[in-house]
């Protein structure tokens, strides 16, 4: 029976860390594009498809505080493997809002021109 | 022509994979000694264990060798990488790798804390409103083809 534990704890290790590993090697390879991450779209009559990119604060924000907590989360988990970490409720707060703000610009300057067109 | 050879291919793998759990599972129940119903859980869990391992196993090496292709994981309907779905990705490793070194670690399922689920709940929320934002402005562009809501200056 024990090494039917250990079978399928190694089982999970090699499937769960490979395909973490070929992510990640696509990430970096540019296997999978991040072309574009800090670039948000916003309504252009110009273009061809309505939408040109341009920097985008709002996605700049939203994704260095995702990595910082996730992170925090994974140091947290490894020095204390025995029990999923407890998340501060501030942590969570600052990263609902953050994700806020990101949606709340994405809709704003994907739909205002939109709304505003409405009203007229 | 080539997708009838590829899917006779997964056929063919599908089919080695299912004897070769069957050819084990029989391997137990026949010559490792003890009660016969220990064999019998033995046989079967030991089958499902290396069936689940080679499902696994052939998904990755597929998405290794680019016959499964994720190259547009990130890519959003417009172009360009998605944060939204890049946040969605990052989370969802780590709180599976967490899973597993406590799972590991303790021998038993853990109870998970209502904020890790809030956690991925922001997360995949996150994920869901971007796709209907998105959705509804590919829409209403469609309609108002005449290209006067443009918004310059604002970006997502």
Redesign the interface.
């Known amino acids: 029976m024990r090494f039917?534990?250990a079978?399928?704890?190694w089982?999970?290790?090699?499937?769960?860390g490979?395909?973490?590993a070929?992510?990640l090697w696509?990430l970096f390879t540019g296997?999978?594009?991040?072309?574009?991450?800090l670039?948000?779209?916003?309504?252009?009559?110009?273009s061809a498809?309505?939408?040109s990119?341009?920097?985008?604060?709002?996605?700049a924000q939203?994704?260095i505080l995702?990595?910082f907590?996730?992170l925090w989360?994974?140091l947290q988990?490894?020095h204390n493997?025995?029990?999923?970490p407890?998340?501060p409720?501030t942590m969570?707060g600052v990263?609902?809002g953050s994700?806020v703000l990101?949606?709340g610009?994405?809709?704003?300057?994907?739909?205002?021109?939109?709304l505003?067109?409405l009203f007229k | 022509m080539a997708d009838q050879e590829k899917g006779k291919g997964f056929l063919t793998m599908f089919l080695v994979m299912v004897f070769v759990t069957l050819a084990i599972a029989f391997a137990i129940a026949v010559w490792v000694p003890g009660e016969p119903t220990l064999k019998l859980r033995?046989a079967i869990?030991?089958g499902l264990?290396i069936l689940?391992?080679l499902f696994?196993?052939v998904v990755?090496a597929a998405?290794?060798s680019?016959k499964i292709d994720?190259?547009d994981?990130?890519?959003?309907d417009?172009?360009?990488?998605?944060?939204?779905r890049?946040?969605l990705?990052?989370?969802t490793?780590?709180i599976?790798?967490?899973f597993?070194?406590?799972v590991?670690?303790?021998?038993k399922f853990?109870?998970?804390?209502t904020?890790?689920l809030?956690?991925l709940g922001?997360?995949a929320?996150?994920y869901g409103?971007?796709k209907g934002?998105?959705a509804?402005?590919k829409n209403?562009?469609t309609v108002?083809?005449d290209?006067?809501?443009?918004?310059?200056?604002?970006?997502?």
């Open positions: 039917l534990v079978a399928a704890y089982q999970t290790v090699i499937l769960l490979g395909f973490f070929v992510v696509k296997g999978i594009s991040l072309n574009g991450l670039d948000g779209d916003v309504r252009d009559p110009n498809d309505g939408f990119s341009e920097a985008s604060a709002g996605r939203s994704i995702t990595l907590v996730a989360y994974l988990v490894i493997p025995k029990e999923f407890r998340l409720n969570v990263l609902a994700q990101y949606l610009g994405k809709a704003r300057a994907m739909l205002s021109g939109q505003r067109n | 033995l869990t030991y264990l689940i391992f696994g196993f990755l998405i290794a680019n994720i190259s994981l990130l890519e959003e417009t172009g360009g990488a998605s944060t939204s890049f946040q990705l990052i989370f490793f780590v599976g790798l967490s597993v070194l406590i590991a670690c303790n021998c853990p109870d998970v804390p904020n890790v809030a956690l922001i997360s929320s996150t409103v971007s934002i998105q509804a402005a209403g562009n108002q083809k290209g006067s809501s443009g918004t310059p200056g604002q970006t997502t």
